[in-house]
Every structure is written in C-alpha cells, then in structure tokens.
C-alpha cells in the first residue's frame, strides 16, 4: 500500500468522514426522489447536508458520482458474492439468478424514489449503474458458459447474452417500479423467467455440464 492510499485508507476510516458522509448521502438521496442528479448542483447538496462545498469535494466529484457509487457500493457485496458462487461447477443456476434478482429488487424497494427518478431519464448514475450491472453479467454469463458442453460461443452470442441480462433486469425494475411494486419480488421474478432465455434456465447433468442444442443460427454456441 502506498503512502497515499494509506492516508486516504485513514481519512475513509475517520468517524467524522463517515459521519459527513453519511450526511451527504442521506441528502442526496432526498434531492435525487425529486429531480435527477445531473440537476443536483454541489452548493444545493452541500447546503442541505449542512456541510461546505470544500469538504463535499472530499467526498465526490459530483452528486450524481456520489449517488452512482453509493448505489453500487450497496449492491456490490451480495451482487459479487452471488457471481462468485456462479463459477462453482455443478451449482444450481437457476437459484443463483434468482437470488440476484431478489437482491437487486429489494435494493430498489428500499430506494423506490430514487430509481423512479433515475429510470425516467438517462442519467450519468444510470449509466455507472448499467456498467456495474454489465461486470456482474459477464461474470456470470461466463461462468455459465464454461459449462457448456459444446464451449465454442462466438462473440456475437457472449455480447447478446451480458446485455440480455442488464437490459432485461432495468426492465423488470421500470415494470416492476411501473405497476406501483403491487406484486412480491419472488411473483416479479417468476414472472421475468417466464421470458428467459433457454440457456438461463438449463440445468448442469450429473457431470456438472449443460448441455445446449446445437443451432445454425451465427449467434448461438455451435
């Protein structure tokens, strides 16, 4: 560890740092069910967290980076942890992609007005979330893929299958966030692997393997 980062290691430790910045975030988190946090000025956040500009940019480099970190800061450790699991050979996949997707739908319950906002227009914390959600997926997508039995993908096929993902889980979130969360997560997620691809829902053989039918198509394992 290098000097610098020891010190900033420290400063992130401080009980008056976590302080602030729990004071940021929860300020920021009120400004942001409002209006998107492109809009949010510095002096606006600084104003309602009760702390200067000087010491905001201590912290971020702009409300709607320090929303995109916050928001991914609470879904990385189960969201990783969950991808992690998914490169055990022989492990029931279908639970683990519902596992994610509980976690990700009750991140978004507890800060409903948050991505009723974020979702009605792109945004730069958007954007950071969809990248997040993109590692997740091609970690997971991957170590799926490595069971199959017939392990030539293309690249087309890697690509559709990461952003079938992403795309799919923002749009069981804006439908979800869309009928007012009048259903449970466990009927949201049913409900959203009724139109999942068949290589999602394929289960490993005795061998820990998944078995994909070979198709012609340019796109698809062969």
């Given at each position: 560890?290098?000097?610098?980062?020891?010190?900033?290691?420290?400063?992130?430790?401080?009980?008056?740092?976590?302080?602030?910045?729990?004071?940021?975030?929860?300020?920021?988190?009120?400004?942001?069910?409002?209006?998107?946090?492109?809009?949010?000025?510095?002096?606006?956040?600084?104003?309602?967290?009760?702390?200067?500009?000087?010491?905001?940019?201590?912290?971020?480099?702009?409300?709607?980076?320090?929303?995109?970190?916050?928001?991914?800061?609470?879904?990385?450790?189960?969201?990783?942890?969950?991808?992690?699991?998914?490169?055990?050979?022989?492990v029931e996949y279908v639970e683990l992609w519902r596992k994610a997707y509980t976690v990700?739908?009750?991140?978004?319950?507890?800060?409903?007005?948050?991505?009723?906002?974020?979702?009605?227009?792109?945004?730069?914390?958007?954007?950071?979330?969809?990248?997040?959600?993109?590692?997740?997926a091609t970690r997971s997508v991957d170590a799926v893929v490595a069971q199959f039995t017939?392990?030539?993908?293309?690249?087309?096929?890697?690509?559709?299958?990461?952003?079938?993902?992403?795309?799919?889980?923002?749009?069981?979130?804006?439908?979800?966030?869309?009928?007012?969360?009048?259903?449970?997560?466990?009927?949201?997620?049913?409900?959203?692997?009724?139109?999942?691809?068949?290589?999602?829902?394929?289960?490993?053989?005795?061998?820990?393997?998944?078995?994909?039918?070979?198709?012609?198509?340019?796109?698809?394992?062969?």
């Amino acid at each position: 560890m290098s000097e610098a980062q020891g010190r900033r290691r420290v400063t992130e430790e401080d009980p008056r740092y976590l302080r602030v910045r729990a004071s940021l975030v929860s300020a920021l988190f009120e400004l942001a069910a409002e209006v998107p946090a492109d809009e949010i000025s510095v002096s606006q956040l600084a104003s309602a967290a009760g702390v200067s500009r000087t010491t905001f940019y201590s912290h971020s480099s702009s409300p709607a980076q320090l929303l995109a970190d916050t928001l991914v800061d609470r879904l990385a450790p189960r969201l990783d942890a969950l991808a992690d699991e998914m490169t055990v050979p022989s492990v029931e996949y279908v639970e683990l992609w519902r596992k994610a997707y509980t976690v990700l739908l009750e991140h978004v319950r507890e800060h409903r007005a948050v991505y009723e906002t974020l979702l009605a227009t792109s945004s730069f914390a958007l954007s950071s979330l969809v990248r997040y959600l993109e590692s997740v997926a091609t970690r997971s997508v991957d170590a799926v893929v490595a069971q199959f039995t017939e392990p030539h993908v293309t690249p087309l096929w890697r690509t559709m299958a990461v952003q079938q993902q992403v795309r799919g889980s923002i749009a069981m979130i804006k439908a979800w966030l869309d009928t007012d969360l009048a259903d449970p997560p466990e009927v949201v997620i049913d409900t959203y692997l009724t139109l999942a691809p068949p290589w999602q829902l394929a289960r490993p053989d005795e061998t820990g393997h998944i078995a994909m039918r070979r198709v012609r198509s340019a796109g698809h394992v062969r």
